[in-house]
């Protein structure tokens, strides 16, 4: 191994290191966007009565009913 060999990183990586530098904010709005579309409290009695109230499909769904 070489006196001043120098671990590799990837330009991504680069990237990322540089952007989060010059933002130092920048995880915390990540983290706030999430929260706001995708960490939601279930309701486990409505999601319990969505799936009671479901109607089961046909299984070709194209078939008319018969008679």
């Known amino acids: 191994m070489p006196l001043f060999w120098k671990p590799y990183t990837s330009d991504v990586t680069q990237f990322i290191d540089e952007l989060k530098a010059k933002k130092p904010?920048?995880?915390?709005e990540q983290r706030a966007g999430?929260?706001?579309?995708?960490?939601?409290?279930?309701d486990r009695e409505a999601q319990?009565?969505?799936?009671?109230?479901?109607?089961p499909q046909q299984p070709y769904v194209y078939q008319t009913r018969g008679k």
Do not use: N
Not at 25 to 28: M, R
Not at 48 to 55: F, L, M, N, P
């Open 34 to 42: 999430r929260a706001l579309l995708w960490d939601k409290q279930i």
């Open 25 to 28: 904010t920048l995880e915390a």
């Open 48 to 55: 319990s009565a969505y799936k009671a109230a479901r109607v």
